[in-house]
């Protein structure tokens, strides 16, 4: 079995999160960020990763998500958040 794991990252978080999954990855599996995503073919699954963009999909994947065709499909989604000293009490 065989990922392709694709990201698309605005701060760097989801890519952290790709490259973790690649550790446990099968042998043979590839990571790339969205810019560089090809074919999916010859591919098993597909783990396909995000920066929340106003609580939604970022348009980059959202266009590469609608060339999957008959694809398993994992995704997976981050989101940053700057926190206050009100938001820790």
Known sequence: ?????VYSSK???TKKVAEALTRVAPIG?????IEEAG?????DVIFAGYWLD????????????????KKKIVLFETMGQTLNRSMLL
């Open 39 to 43: 074919d999916a073919d010859g591919f």
């Open 11 to 13: 701060t760097g978080n």
């Open 1 to 5: 079995m065989k990922f392709l794991i």
């Open 54 to 69: 106003r609580g939604g999909v970022d348009e980059k994947m959202k266009k590469y998500l609608r060339t999957l065709h």
């Open 29 to 33: 599996s590839e990571i790339h960020s």
